[in-house]
């Protein structure tokens, strides 16, 4: 248990589906991050938020859109999605927004399959 | 540019053996931070270790040991007398230190190693 919790576990969509990722961390952390884990592929950092306000967007695709309502909340809003976007989607947190030191904190992730 | 390369796609041993996952990283800046986080099946990263660029002592807790070698811009990991708990992906990352940004694209990660402990 990281104190960092994610659900679903597991989502099936179609292309034209529209769902959302849930991220909640009991930490009382001030920065939150979502990456996206693929097959034989590093993680790739999506979108941060610090104290709420993103700070960045790694040139995501706009069919994701993020959304931090508070600094214990993390929400990924999925749509019109493509076969390639199947993916492990993690959820990280740190203390303090990253400054090179952070050890970051991660749920489970949400295994993610689009059909 | 930063790089972590972890060349061992998959290694595969027998319980109580000992196993080294290899990292190698690169970066141009001096003063930097380097990090092995373990993936078990669950799904979650945990973090296992920090390392900054100017602490090269070698660093062991419990079976878990690290190998941070400056000269050869290696940052590798030992599991000694493994055991199936073991099985996971280990992956080394690597970070600028007095990172302004704070948004965590200066943290990069190397590919992942699984690791396998058979029984």
């Known amino acids: 248990e990281t104190g960092v919790t994610q659900t679903p576990r597991h989502l099936v969509m179609g292309m034209t589906n529209k769902k959302s990722l849930k991220c909640e961390q009991h930490l009382g952390h001030n920065a939150m991050y979502w990456y996206k884990q693929s097959a034989k592929k590093p993680l790739e950092l999506m979108f941060v938020y610090n104290f709420k306000e993103q700070t960045e967007n790694n040139s995501v695709p706009s069919r994701f859109s993020p959304e931090c309502p508070n600094s214990s909340h993390l929400f990924l809003h999925l749509h019109t999605l493509q076969p390639e976007d199947s993916a492990l989607y993690l959820c990280?947190?740190?203390?303090?927004?990253?400054?090179?030191?952070?050890?970051?904190?991660f749920g489970s992730g949400t295994q993610l399959s689009v059909l | 540019a930063q790089k972590v390369t972890q060349a061992q796609t998959e290694i595969s041993v027998v319980e109580k053996e000992d196993v080294t996952l290899d990292c190698v990283y690169e970066t141009r800046d001096t003063t930097y931070y380097l990090f092995w986080y373990k993936q078990p099946p669950s799904g979650e990263l945990v973090f296992l270790i920090r390392?900054?660029?100017?602490?090269?002592q070698n660093e062991i807790s419990g079976r878990y040991s690290w190998n941070f070698q400056k000269s050869t811009s290696s940052f590798n990991f030992t599991i000694t007398a493994s055991q199936v708990v073991d099985s996971a992906v280990y992956f080394c990352?690597?970070?600028?230190?007095?990172?302004?940004?704070?948004?965590?694209?200066?943290?990069?990660f190397g590919k992942g190693t699984h690791l396998i402990i058979q029984p």
């Open positions: 990352a690597l970070s600028e230190a007095g990172y302004s940004g704070g948004g965590a694209d200066g943290l990069t």
């Open positions: 990280a947190s740190s203390q303090d927004p990253f400054q090179g030191s952070e050890k970051l904190f």
């Open positions: 390392r900054n660029s100017f602490d090269e």
